[in-house]
């Protein structure tokens, strides 16, 4: 599988991603995949700054990710996944690449969203994305680093969601 | 008057502004942020106020606990096009105490080189023979 860990987190490259995630899966590439930060080459240097040396890095629009996983996977690499929002990720399924779990690792509270988990607060957009992953066939599951709890986001939990949002 | 933001994970940043201030007195110009709870996005329009509420044009200097962390990237975007600004990882008590003892002598950039230099030679093997 090429895709060691596809995670959902609105900090991106951290500590928790490179330190945390990366020392337990010892990825390849941490791939970032956002439209807006790909078209903006100093926000993309910024953040490929924070990845270790060892670790390679790409910053990519969501299409090009995508297309990106699949030559990973037919090169054998392993890619660690980075969007900042569920709707990213759920694109990027959308568009055929080689996903099977996503991990929420961090969806931090902003106006209008309603709290899921301590570390996971959503609106009505991400639901709706976390529904699209899904019906897809994903398995989703909020996990903040190796190690620490995993909570199942299943059914129950997205219509439970989709009730309050 | 150059002014200092130290941002960090959890209360580190609050409790070196706090001991500074039982080390040297009170001290204007020197504040304390942490990223808990705040997405990127957060940080850095939070950075953005925090630059916006000085003196336009006036220097500051933000220092950051953890090179790779989401407070060192928010601060770097944060800065983004602004003159006079400086992000310096690794934020020790030394390099505190030397911001307040150096920022009203010399140009800025001699002040920023002097901070990493002095956050540096505090990392020492104590008692080595």
Redesign the interface.
């Known amino acids: 599988m090429a895709v060691a860990l596809a995670r959902i987190d609105d900090r991106l490259i951290h500590g928790q991603v490179t330190v945390g995630w990366g020392q337990h899966l010892r990825p390849d590439l941490i791939l970032l995949a956002s439209n807006a930060i790909a078209a903006d080459p100093w926000q993309a240097k910024v953040y490929a700054s924070s990845v270790p040396p060892e670790i390679g890095v790409a910053v990519l629009s969501v299409h090009a990710a995508a297309a990106r996983l699949l030559e990973a996977e037919a090169a054998g690499e392993r890619v660690l996944l980075l969007t900042a929002s569920a709707g990213e990720m759920a694109e990027i399924v959308r568009l055929g690449a080689p996903v099977a779990r996503v991990n929420v690792g961090g969806m931090h509270f902003s106006a209008g969203k309603h709290e899921m988990l301590p570390f996971v607060y959503v609106d009505r957009q991400d639901v709706r994305a976390f529904r699209r992953l899904l019906d897809m066939g994903i398995v989703l599951a909020a996990q903040q680093v190796p190690g620490g709890r995993s909570h199942p986001l299943g059914q129950d939990q997205i219509t439970d969601m989709e009730e309050r949002v | 008057m150059i002014r200092a933001l130290v941002i960090t994970?959890g209360r580190i940043g609050e409790e070196l502004v706090r001991v500074l201030g039982m080390i040297l007195g009170p001290h204007d110009g020197l504040e304390a942020m942490s990223n808990s709870?705040?997405?990127?996005?957060?940080i850095t329009e939070a950075v953005k106020a925090w630059l916006d509420a000085g003196e336009p044009g006036a220097p500051a200097i933000i220092l950051v606990d953890?090179?790779?962390?989401?407070c060192?990237?928010a601060s770097?975007?944060a800065c983004?096009g602004r003159k006079d600004t400086a992000v310096l990882s690794g934020v020790n008590l030394a390099m505190i105490l030397g911001f307040l003892t150096w920022r009203d002598s010399g140009d800025f950039p001699d002040l920023v080189s002097r901070l990493v230099a002095k956050g540096r030679e505090a990392i020492v093997r104590l008692g080595a023979r």
Do not use: I, M, P, V
Request: aromatic letters at 6%; proline letters at 0%; charged letters at 20%.
């Open positions: 994970h709870h705040r997405s990127a996005q957060d953890d090179y790779g962390g989401s060192a990237t770097q975007l983004a």
